[in-house]
Each structure stands twice: as C-alpha cells, then as structure tokens.
C-alpha cells in the first residue's frame, strides 16, 4: 500500500508498505479521506512539541470497514469515522471519564502513525459508525469535536458573550459549538476569509480584523465588560497572553491552542478578575457524537469548510502551497 511518510521538517515522502494485520480486537479501516489540521502543519514545519520523526501524518480521517471482530457492530464496507485519541482505560484521567487527557495517551498521526496511509488497524472502540453523512463530512468529525469539547467545558450559556482568538478551524469549531448553545460570540483573526466565512456561513456578525485597536473594539462592544468566555485557537504564544485582557470580570478562558512556550500573565489583574483558566485538550466520544448530529441535522456548514482537496500522492507537492497564506486554505481534504 501507498503511505504518506514526513521523514523530517519540511520532507514527504511516498513509501511502499505492507497491508498491515489487524490483532485481536482491531478493525481494518480502508482510508478514504484525510482533513489536513494546524497540527499537521505544524509536525510539517518541525514546530509540534509531542512529536518524533518520521511519522505519518494525520489524524483526522475516516474510511469503510474491511474486517473487524467476530461479534463487532461493525460491517465489512460500513462508513466509519476513528476517533484517534487511544486512551489506555485504566488510568486517573480514564477512571474519571477524560479519556481526553490520558496519562498514557497515544494520538493516532502524533505519537503514533496515521491516517495517511492506504489501510490502517484500529482499536474496535475507537471505530464508528459515519452513516447518514458524506465520506468528506466524516472526516471533518474530530476537528469539529474539539471546539464542541471546548464549548462544553467551558459551559457556554445561552447569552453569555463569548471571545474565540483565532479563526481557523479550530476556532471556527469553537466559534460554531458556542453559538448552538447560546453565547453571542465575536471572532477575532488576521484573514478576510475566515473572518468572511464566520459572518456568511456561522452568522457571526462581530467578526473582527486584528488590528492595532482591536482590544478598544472589543471593550466597546461589550460596554467596556469584556467577554464571559474567552477561547485561544491561535497556536501563537502572544495571542494567548494577549487573551487574558478580554476576559470579563468573573470569566473564563479556555486556551484550546498549545505551543512549546512558557505563557505568562498578570496575577494582579487575573486574580482581580476571578477568572478561571482553563486547558481543552482533544475531545470525548460525546463531542463525537454530538457533531455527528449536529452534521446530520444540518447545522454545520462543511461544504463551505471544505475548501481544498488533493488526492494523497500528490500531497507533497501540495501541502507546501497549502502552508501559505495566500492559498486561503480552510479546510484541506486528501483523497486515499
């Protein structure tokens, strides 16, 4: 089978390797399509600080069954989607339901090879079910549970004004899985086409270029308050120090982004606040699901999300354009 291989920073390769076999209790996945993330491109560029090369990339995928257990829910050619955080069951942060947060946490396409590849074997109870939705909209499933995760740890109420840092898709996640529950949420990034697309395709209003004044657009849109949720999708060390000033009096802020740095911040004005600081860390079979609806329902724009495609031999030549800014990438779909 084809695989995708980043053998180092700024190098991929196309390798040949065997079909793999699935042990005890895996399912053999047929890939189909691979969304490229921020994280990608940050293993690309050598900067991701949980990672060791080579690796194969990609983590956000989904394929059709080619075998599985005896005695599976799953059916051989049955659309599936993986959610590709494995979580070892057994400790503190699996015995208090945060599979998330694993002690041992293996992340498929980070610690361990991906989902560019042909074929992949996968831990049954990490395979489900993507029927009633496109082989494409599958494969947008986990970078959308993410910003649901987030929304949901946070608590976002209905009313409540809510600040996502960071309009890429991540933070349009954020964005969108705030907004359904009920929070009047402001975007601020530095690229007209994200922020067009929050206006057009999330229906936020307050979508806001990053500028010299923002910090006083802000404080005027809010009465001077500031923001009650404040979520940081912006992978840049300032950006999540900055974000401490828009928190409101009582607030909270979630830093989805992480980065291999130190973050510092006022104690004075955060403990005056206070504020509760929060980190998001992937997302649970719940958010899974929770997208997986809000998909089928209609609610989520992944038509206008999809915005490049490439099919996985060509992925080479094209993820370096995709890096760049001028390409207007959003969400970058390969094609196994």
């Known amino acids: 089978m084809d695989v995708v291989v980043c053998v180092e920073p700024g190098t991929l390769v196309i390798e040949r390797r065997p079909v793999p076999e699935p042990a005890p209790g895996e399912v053999l996945v047929r890939v189909r399509r691979v969304g490229m993330c921020g994280t990608d491109m940050h293993i690309f560029r050598g900067v991701q600080p949980y990672l060791s090369y080579p690796r194969v990339m990609g983590h956000e995928f989904s ?10 829910h799953l059916s051989p050619g049955e659309p599936v989607y993986v959610v590709p955080y494995l979580s070892c069951g057994t400790c503190s942060a699996c015995r208090k339901q945060r599979p998330n947060c694993c002690m041992r946490l293996a992340v498929l396409g980070v610690h361990r090879d ?17 029927r ?7 494969a947008m499933i986990e970078f959308l549970a993410i910003g649901a995760h987030a929304a949901r740890r946070a608590d976002v109420r209905p009313g409540q004004r809510v600040l996502v840092s ?7 996640a954020c964005a969108l899985f705030a907004k359904l529950r009920g929070g009047e949420v402001a975007v601020v990034d530095s690229r007209p086409e994200r922020l ?4 057009e395709e999330l ?9 010299d004044d923002v910090h006083s657009q802000l404080l005027s849109l809010t009465d001077g308050d500031m923001f009650d949720v404040v979520f940081d999708a912006t992978g840049n060390a300032q950006a999540m120090e900055n974000g401490f000033r828009y928190i409101a009096h009582g607030g909270t802020y979630v830093l989805v982004s992480v980065v291999s740095a130190d973050i510092k911040f006022s104690d004075p004005e955060f403990h005056k606040r206070e504020a509760t600081l929060m980190g998001s860390r992937n997302a649970t079979a719940e958010d899974f699901d929770l997208v997986l609806q809000s998909i089928r329902a209609g609610r989520v724009p992944t ?8 099919p996985m031999l060509e992925l080479p ?10 390409a207007k990438v959003i969400k970058a779909m390969v094609e196994c």
């Open 63 to 72: 394929g059709e069954v080619v075998t599985s257990p005896a005695g599976s």
């Open 114 to 130: 991906g989902g560019l590849a042909q074929f992949v074997c996968v831990p049954e109870a990490f395979v489900f079910s993507a």
């Open 132 to 138: 009633g939705i496109s082989l494409d909209q599958a």
């Open 166 to 172: 960071g309009g890429g898709p991540i933070g349009i």
């Open 196 to 199: 067009a697309l929050c206006r």
């Open 203 to 211: 229906g936020i209003e307050n979508a806001l270029a990053l500028s």
């Open 303 to 310: 038509a206008a999300l999809g915005t490049h495609r490439a």
């Open 317 to 326: 030549a094209m993820l370096p354009q995709w890096l760049d800014p001028a």
